[in-house]
């Protein structure tokens, strides 16, 4: 059963801002760890922003100053707000919960647990 789901990706133009939301069930949102990831076409997925233990916070060196994210305990879900958006930026986006041997900030691939199905985001110059 899907377990994260994705929604808010779309076509933007550069400097334009997307909001990402990803609804989890409370399984595994009450995980201490979690993570937006995404892939460009051609590039292996790559670890973007998490937020452990509601209160450690990490970006990626690529989007610091850009994206924020956070998430709502209550309605079980985590946004990703991406601002300045850049070609680069470019990739699906997937959300992704901390398995039971996670450690660091959960921005590797062996740490993950459960992935969404992805939303596409697109930014043209």
């Known amino acids: 059963q899907v377990q994260l789901v994705e929604s808010g990706g779309g076509s933007v133009q550069t400097g334009g801002s997307l909001r990402l939301s990803c609804e989890a069930s409370r399984s595994v949102f009450t995980t201490n760890c979690m993570a937006w990831f995404r892939q460009a076409p051609g590039k292996e997925r790559e670890g973007v922003a998490s937020i452990k233990r509601n209160t450690i916070i990490t970006y990626a060196d690529s989007v610091k100053g850009r994206f924020t994210i956070s998430r709502v305990n209550a309605k079980n879900t985590l946004y990703l707000q991406m601002n300045s958006l850049k070609p680069e930026d470019t990739a699906m986006y997937y959300c992704?919960?901390?398995?039971?041997?996670?450690?660091?900030?959960?921005?590797?691939?062996?740490?993950?647990?459960?992935w969404g199905q992805g939303t596409q985001v697109t930014v043209s110059s």
């Open positions: 992704a919960a901390g398995g039971s041997s996670w450690n660091g900030n959960c921005l590797r691939e062996a740490d993950i647990g459960d």
